[in-house]
């Protein structure tokens, strides 16, 4: 970024330098829109004649380099209003630059661009309340990150008179539902109906739109009356190039005599100082060239004897394209009185040359400003919410003032302002110095970011193998028996594998994982209660019981089980306005069914809105209940867990399915072990026989089970062996799951015969009985009061004082020290 | 040397009390004896209206004195035993005074600073209960079952 700091040696500024220029762009120009009146080309309100393109004038600083570049669409067409820029013949639709408005330091600006002045609506605009807090423009295209913390001081320079416009919706379309802090936000675009100065927009218009979208600041010559006077001046009707720097200087001198209707050369004059020398990159070092027709209407003129600097002509050119019918109207408007006032010595102007026009926007430079130029400056930077200067040097050593305006009861600048106390304290931003002030300390910089908002989580949908349903009492009640139902017609024998087949267990009731019973209806948080009621399944059968399916709401997928919902908010009122609204003579308690009771810490809360929460947990029944500060997301200020589920017991229904399988079981087990003991049987009689018989003869072996062995004795032992398997099969029941459930507390049901709302319990002190109205004049009231004794009244106890100031024996001071503090009546 | 009598209707600790006194009269006095400035004893000739003061001014001293006593002696004179009122004596340097005051009747109702002797009963209280909205949770939902069964 290069800086330049030298206009002529009259305003600073800020200036950058751009790059590549757009190639092809004719002509740019904005106007401070007159709605009423028709439009140049067309005749209608606001419409732009074709093939002109409109621009505003925009201004601003550079802030480190961080400045963007305004595009304003037009048509669907963006363009750089400041690529026309003669001067930087490399500035492109996309570089950075700035125009000087004689700002000096970080200025707060937020780079935007200002809404079109036509009635030709953009949707591009979202429309936001501006405030009169540093922001000078309203919406904005792209939000600009080029809001500094610094302190921005604008140097003013006296010489020019501020134009601020001001642009304010035409319709008050707001969203019908306030946001969540309650503020009615502008519905979709808007648009502009008038610019207005802030003098007349205030005066007039203020109560009608009370939102203004943007306020902008303008660079503006005026002159004055020969009495000093600020001439009335129709802001309103005027135009400016946003071409023109204003504080580009030219000094003309005419030469060609009486300006008329014509063309003239920019030989006709002679220039006697350029500004354009010393303006750095914004001035092309090109002859000035007048080029105006008679069709874009007369100028105003002015020529005077030549004599030292001399005043001289205030050239003005229209565009070839535009606003012709109102430009007679408008440059005299515009150029209306331009005399040079008492005590001038010479006019300056600006001026800004393309190949088809200049525009000399003129101002008045006199060496004693009048003073109500200057209050009349210092009452328009009021409104703006920026600091102000008019000496930046004398600011950085602490000799001259930092002016802010002030701002009412009512929120709203009130055309007043004031002095910063002590200017050098204020962390300024210098165009010769980026880290200015001696007196700056950053270790006592506070680098936190405090927040008033605790936002809330989002439970995520943490996903299982289960399905939810949500069920009323009666499908509760056929929900066991439907069970009890599913082997009805399988044929014995078959059951088990019936059952294992379709819910992959013998006991149908193991699928069932929790039921739970809640005091609210959380089916319409969790269920998809746009549906109808379904078929509730276990495994892979649908339930139904003597024909009548067990129906229930299903949780929709990706369903996450935990919920927030507000409890409700109350207003913790200070009743009396003392102490007494504080622990511990009052104290405040939140009851909130299932949780413990908070207890509220009144030095926190008091006089604000509580609001309760509640967390509740569906799957395990859990629930916390949250108290939060002013808002839903406010900060926390207390939490108190418990249960509101009640986990409904299903033992039964195991118990039952139990026996079922236990009784299956042992069936199944004593059927095979009849075939078993069959063998072992002949095996301990084979072998028996085979024992007994083994000296005489032949003896068939036993079929098998029986362990091998020579001897009778072990065959035997091994039938024992063998019976003792079977009896062990007969009631060794491990192989039958154990399936049954305990049965939980039901703490929850308890909580049902508490309250069900939310409530909060405040206990508040009472005085004692007795007329306590001359308690102040007897007692005095506690205070902590460090001042001159004369600003107090009545009865007053003082602990010390500084009886310093005046002569008396010290034995008298003594006595006074000692009323004082046995108390005294003022 | 001249004392000027006064009735005073104002409290003692009055630091400003130039409304309660009413001027009785002037009287001029010669000392007899030693007068001290913190307790001045004044020697006067009697008269009716000496009695009713119990406020005086002494101009030697430029300083105010409460009549503590009165002696009525022989010989028709009426010495008055004054005490000095350092409070309105220096009034204007006084009231001019940064002080700390802890007690005071000008916030003319208890202000934020803890009072220990405010007369708040010790027991008895004041309950206020506020119900929070409707809230979700009732006795009677429509559909409170939640079941959980297992698969997908």
Known sequence: MEVNRDFYGYTDGIRIRGGAATPGYTTTEIYAANFTGASPATEAAGQLASGVTQGLFEFGAALDGSIQTHGIPFDGESYNTLANFKGIDSMGSTDNMALSMGIEGSVPIIWGYHPRTSLTYNTNYSARPVTYTNVLWGPQKSESPDATS??????????????????????NTYNSVPDEYGRLVLNGSWRTAAVFTLETYLNNYFNVYPTIQAVGLMSFAVDLQEDGTIPGFDFSRCRISNQISPFRNLMYNWTAGTVSSGHYAPTDGEILASGMDLCGPFMAQRDVVFNYTTTAGVVAQYTEPSGGNIPIILGCTMPNVGYRR???????????????????????????????????????????????LREAVHRMMSYLGVMWADDIGGIETGDRPIYIGTIGDDGLATGTYTRVSDPSEIRQLSSDDFINDSTYDPSRIDPNVYTDVMESGTAPDVGSCNRYYALDRENLGILYSALTQTLDGVPTGEKEEYLLSHFLTTSPGDLIVSLKWYPFDFYNLFFNTTEQPKIIFIGDLPLEYDQFNVVGYKARTNTSFSVTTNIGFFKLFRKYGDFRDYSPFTSCTIYTPFCTPIKLDLSVCMDHIIYVQMCIDLLTGACTAVIRLDSTQGIIVGTSSGSCGVDLPVSSLDQATYNNATFSAIQETKAANKQLASQYIGAVSNGVMTAVTAGTGKVP???????????????????????????????????????????????STLSMLLPLNSYAIIERPQMLPGDHSQYGHTVGYATLYNGRLGDLSGYTICQTADLSGFAAPSSVKDMIYQALRSGVYV | MMVTLYTNTADVYKIDKTAA?????????????????????????????????????????????????????????????????????????????????????????????????????PSKKLTEVIKLGTGIFKSDPAYPYFLTVQGT
């Not at chain 1, 006199?366 to 109500?372: D, G, H, N, V, Y």
């Not at chain 1, 004795?713 to 399936?739: C, F, Q």
């Not at chain 2, 000739?45 to 002696?73: Q, T």
Request: hydrophobic share 40%.
């Open chain 1, 701 to 747: 072996k036993p079929a098998q089970a029986v362990q091998a062995g020579s001897s009778g004795v072990s065959g035997v032992m091994g039938v024992l062996r063998a019976w003792d398997t079977k009896i062990a099969a007969d009631y060794n029941l491990s192989h039958i799951p154990e399936h049954y459930k305990e049965i939980s507390t039901v703490t």
């Open chain 1, 326 to 372: 109102q430009s007679p109207d408008l440059i005299s408007n515009f150029w209306k009185g331009v005399t040079p006032c008492y005590g001038a010595n010479h006019i300056r102007f600006a001026y800004q040359t393309n190949a088809e026009y200049i525009q000399v926007p003129v101002w008045y430079d006199a060496p004693q400003l009048p003073e109500i």
């Open chain 1, 150 to 171: 610094l302190v921005p001081i604008i140097k003013m320079d006296f010489k020019t008179l501020l134009y601020v416009p001001i642009i304010i919706a035409s319709t």
């Open chain 2, 21 to 121: 006194l009413t001027q009785i009269r002037q009287v001029s006095f010669t000392a007899t004896k030693q007068i001290t400035f913190l307790e001045p004893r004044i020697d006067l000739d009697y008269a009716a209206d000496i009695s009713a003061a119990n406020y005086c001014y002494i101009d030697i001293f430029g300083a105010w004195y409460f009549i503590e006593d009165k002696i009525y002696d022989i010989g028709k004179k009426i010495t008055l035993v004054c005490s000095i009122d350092p409070l309105y004596t220096f009034k204007d340097g006084i009231l001019n005074s940064d002080v700390c005051c802890i007690r005071s009747e000008s916030p003319g109702h208890p202000t934020d600073v803890p009072d220990s002797q405010y007369p708040i009963h």
